[in-house]
């Protein structure tokens, strides 16, 4: 299993229409916790690895996380959006995160891409937060 930070800009990125930020997410997790978010590399993503939330705006922090469903797979349709993952935001985790978020300085982030793998020492703080 692989941990990865994913990447949400509210200002920018959208779920659905709906804006990406962690009050969304929250109630996401408890309505719809089923997702399907763009990727524009397949990142060696298998199923039942994680993506932690990592939103930028208000406050830098991890706020949610859900399970991969599926690999990756590609979208022909859309150029901007090479690939999709089938993931399942995790309820309970994604309420303990939103209660008390993974701040940046935490996780040990220098430069901030779409999708990297979480270091081990984030994960360990990642992990107690989410109380998993």
Request: charged share 20%.
């Given at each position: 299993m692989v941990d990865w930070i994913?990447?949400?800009?509210?200002?920018k990125d959208t779920l659905d229409g709906e804006p990406s930020d962690k009050e969304t997410m929250c109630r996401l997790a408890e309505e719809e916790p089923e997702l399907e978010l763009w990727l524009s590399r397949r990142n060696r993503m298998k199923q039942g690895d994680r993506l932690w939330f990592f939103f930028?705006?208000?406050?830098?922090?991890?706020?949610?996380?859900?399970?991969v469903d599926q690999?990756?797979?590609?979208?022909?349709?859309?150029?901007?959006?090479?690939?999709?993952?089938?993931?399942?935001?995790?309820?309970?985790?994604?309420k303990?995160?939103?209660?008390?978020?993974?701040?940046?300085?935490?996780?040990?982030?220098?430069?901030?891409r779409s999708v990297q793998k979480a270091k081990p020492e984030a994960l360990l703080v990642l992990l107690a937060r989410a109380g998993l």
């Open positions: 994913y990447i949400l800009n509210p200002n930028t705006h208000p406050e830098s922090a991890v706020a949610a996380v859900a399970e690999e990756p797979r590609d979208n022909p349709g859309d150029p901007d959006v090479p690939y999709l993952v089938a993931a399942t935001l995790l309820p309970e985790a994604t303990a995160l939103h209660r008390d978020p993974v701040g940046r300085d935490e996780l040990g982030l220098g430069q901030v």
